[in-house]
T-cell receptor
Framework: GESVGLHLPTLSVQEGDNSIINCAYSNSASDYFIWYKQESGKGPQFIIDIRSNMDKRQGQRVTVLLNKTVKHLSLQIAATQPGDSAVYFCAENKGGGADGLTFGKGTHLIIQP | EADIYQTPRYLVIGTGKKITLECSQTMGHDKMYWYQQDPGMELHLIHYSYGVNSTEKGDLSSESTVSRIRTEHFPLTLESARPSHTSQYLC????????????FGSGTQLSVL
């Protein structure tokens, strides 16, 4: 698998390997986080979410980890497939009644055969 | 699969033209949002609405305006388009709870010549 430091614009992985995409969020009051997948020419598509009272949440082939101490979020994709190729964005719902989600910079996941 | 639709999908117009980007959702969601996204970059919230007759400006200043006369419809208007308005515009909706995911449309790619 491939592990990267805080936000890289591009991550290239071999098909079948595990992918780890990292994200640093800005507001310690944020209490809800989402990962979105955006394929070329399409709108963002929900992948998985996590609330601040959790450290880990698993979905189908995906796991989100939340480290509130360092304000860090990661998305792990198991056994990466060609269809996983997309730009991945993390988003936070800031505290204080903020509306909408605040998005981080995306990471373009490239799958090599 | 989310039922939120944006038209047109692509729009190329000349400077000074008035345009309206359409967004409709059939989920009965109270909250709707407009995000602006430059290629490969994060999404920025430009407008949102809590419900009928409610409109608010988002984090990113925009010369566009919005209206919410019906729950399902949230159009965005530019009175006089300029090249600086060239971008992708994404519409989203949500039920209206604080911690929840947004459902996105496929976006309108606007090019102003």
């Amino acid at each position: 698998g491939e592990s990267v430091g805080l936000h890289l614009p591009t991550l290239s992985v071999q098909e079948g390997d595990n992918s780890i995409i990292n994200c640093a969020y800005s507001n310690s009051a944020s209490d809800y986080f989402i990962w979105y997948k955006q394929e070329s020419g399409k709108g963002p598509q929900f992948i998985i979410d996590i609330r601040s009272n959790m450290d880990k949440r698993q979905g189908q082939r995906v796991t989100v980890l939340l480290n509130k101490t360092v304000k860090h979020l990661s998305l792990q994709i198991a056994a990466t497939q060609p269809g996983d190729s997309a730009v991945y964005f993390c988003a936070e719902n800031k505290g204080g009644g903020a509306d909408g989600l605040t998005f981080g910079k995306g990471t373009h996941l490239i799958i090599q055969p | 699969e989310a039922d939120i639709y944006q038209t047109p999908r692509y729009l190329v117009i000349g400077t000074g033209k008035k345009i309206t980007l359409e967004c409709s959702q059939t989920m009965g969601h109270d909250k709707m949002y407009w995000y602006q996204q430059d290629p490969g970059m994060e999404l920025h919230l430009i407008h949102y609405s809590y419900g009928v007759n409610s409109t608010e400006k988002g984090d990113l200043s925009s010369e566009s305006t919005v209206s919410r006369i019906r729950t399902e419809h949230f159009p965005l208007t530019l009175e006089s388009a300029r090249p600086s308005h060239t971008s992708q515009y994404l519409c989203a909706s949500s039920v209206g709870l604080r911690r929840e995911k947004l459902f996105f449309g496929s976006g309108t790619q606007l090019s102003v010549l």
